[in-house]
T-cell receptor
Framework: AQTVTQSQPEMSVQEAETVTLSCTYDTSESDYYLFWYKQPPSRQMILVIRQEAYKQQNATENRFSVNFQKAAKSFSLKISDSQLGDAAMYFCAYVNAGGTSYGKLTFGQGTILTVHP | EPEVTQTPSHQVTQMGQEVILRCVPISNHLYFYWYRQILGQKVEFLVSFYNNEISEKSEIFDDQFSVERPDGSNFTLKIRSTKLEDSAMYFC????????????FGQGTRLTVV
């Protein structure tokens, strides 16, 4: 079974600064996908960024980028130029690309990000 | 932009009552899911559904739970006899395919069992 661990229950950052959220995972699979989801106070789940395990290049989406270290099974999220609207709970998630797990997402425990003006 | 729609947004029910949570997935999506999030905890997988049958279910998804796609557009989660510990946020999600495509989440239904 796959597990996802987020070791930082809470993080804070000053507006316009950069923050990195950590995530590690454990799997015996070689083909999988990793995601970061944002959950604002409304509790809607919003996809922030996706990484394919077969790609060596780290994914980027505007101010959001990841540092994917496949051998270390690490998948951190970097938020640059933090904005007040980035304040939310962030979840790291894993899904197998094949096999019998039909798109089942496994989530980490979440990291609450506070952005200070 | 297409979205997953869940109703109701909040439901309060008496312990032991049956509840049905409703979801309208994105129309061209083939895979449907229910997840649960107890307040302050992580999001947990309940069940996945494809081709009108359950593909996978977690240990949480016991005989008290059932899912159905009654009319080709709605996707429902039924809890037969609710318990206090069923109080949680329930998220429906859908995806075009499994694994490698984004799962789009609905806004959630907050279930409160009293």
């Amino acid at each position: 079974a796959q597990t996802v661990t987020q070791s930082q229950p809470e993080m804070s950052v000053q507006e316009a600064e950069t923050v990195t959220l950590s995530c590690t995972y454990d799997t015996s699979e070689s083909d999988y996908y990793l995601f970061w989801y944002k959950q604002p106070p409304s509790r809607q789940m919003i996809l922030v960024i996706r990484q394919e395990a077969y790609k060596q290049q780290n994914a980027t989406e505007n101010r959001f980028s990841v540092n994917f270290q496949k051998a270390a099974k690490s998948f951190s999220l970097k938020i640059s130029d933090s904005q007040l609207g980035d304040a939310a709970m962030y979840f790291c998630a894993y899904v197998n690309a094949g096999g019998t797990s039909y798109g089942k997402l496994t989530f980490g425990q979440g990291t609450i990000l506070t952005v200070h003006p | 932009e297409p979205e997953v729609t869940q109703t109701p947004s909040h439901q309060v029910t008496q312990m032991g009552q049956e509840v049905i949570l409703r979801c309208v997935p994105i129309s061209n999506h083939l895979y449907f899911y229910w997840y649960r999030q107890i307040l302050g905890q992580k999001v947990e997988f309940l069940v996945s559904f494809y081709n009108n049958e359950i593909s996978e279910k977690s240990e949480i998804f016991d005989d008290q739970f059932s899912v159905e796609r009654p009319d080709g557009s709605n996707f429902t989660l039924k809890i037969r006899s609710t318990k206090l510990e069923d109080s949680a946020m329930y998220f429906c999600a859908s995806s075009v395919w499994r694994g490698n495509t984004e799962a789009f989440f609905g806004q959630g239904t907050r279930l409160t069992v009293v």
